[in-house]
């Protein structure tokens, strides 16, 4: 009898655990399609905007969503629905914009982050990303992005550099930052709790830690 009390018992855990996994799976499906949906009607919208500042606004915009839609993907594929792997995840959202003259050094350990975290992680690569491409670069250059994490007595560091001229106006990027940088910053130390330093000595860095 105790036995089969048991047997029982790991049988009713087994089907809780089979439905609460189903029901993850779920649920970052639809926030996939959801995201997806938003970008579509964004898409829509571009078809009626002939003003390039603007479409190209909604453009960088579809972007960003397609950046953290990446997130529920990756749960959702790998059937992991608390962390992510970040070396595949980066290389994903960086695809995004990557253009093919661009190297990328990815120089990362297989961490696995949670979700909310990983999210963050890679919204931020995606921003840098696109200032390097838009003001890091002349057509000349041989263009090459390194990007490094390492983790040191329970904190992270993560290094994003660019080999490319100095951004222009670059004191004033730093003083008076756009909307990309201003978000980065709100980023790190809002949601990430870090911290963000720049270097415009030799190319483009940006240094930031987090817990």
């Known amino acids: 009898i105790f036995v089969f009390r048991i047997k029982r018992s790991n049988n009713k855990l087994a089907r809780a655990v089979s439905e609460k996994a189903l029901l993850l799976q779920e649920v970052h499906h639809r926030v996939k399609n959801n ?11 571009a078809n009626f905007i002939e003003d390039k500042k603007s479409l190209d606004a909604i453009r960088k915009s579809q972007n960003r969503i397609h950046a953290l839609a990446l997130a529920h993907q990756n749960l959702y594929g790998d059937e992991n629905y608390q962390s992510i792997r970040i070396q595949e995840y ?3 959202i960086l695809g995004l914009v990557k253009t093919e003259d661009i190297e990328l050094d990815i120089q990362c350990p297989e961490f696995e982050f949670e979700m909310e975290k990983a ?3 890679g919204f931020v690569l995606h921003e840098l990303l696109l200032n390097s491409i838009e003001h890091g670069f002349k057509k000349e250059d041989v263009k090459k992005i390194t990007i ?7 904190k992270y560091t993560l290094i994003y550099k660019d080999n490319g001229a100095v951004l222009k106006g670059s004191a004033k990027s730093i003083e008076n930052p756009g909307f990309g940088m201003t978000m980065i910053r709100s980023f790190v130390e809002r949601s990430l709790s870090g911290k963000l330093s720049l270097n415009l000595s030799n190319g483009f860095e940006a240094r930031i830690t987090f817990k």
């Open 35 to 45: 995201m997806q949906m938003v970008s579509s009607v964004l898409d829509v919208q």
């Open 90 to 92: 980066l290389k994903n």
């Open 119 to 121: 999210q963050i992680i």
């Open 148 to 154: 490094f994490i390492e983790k040191i007595g329970g």
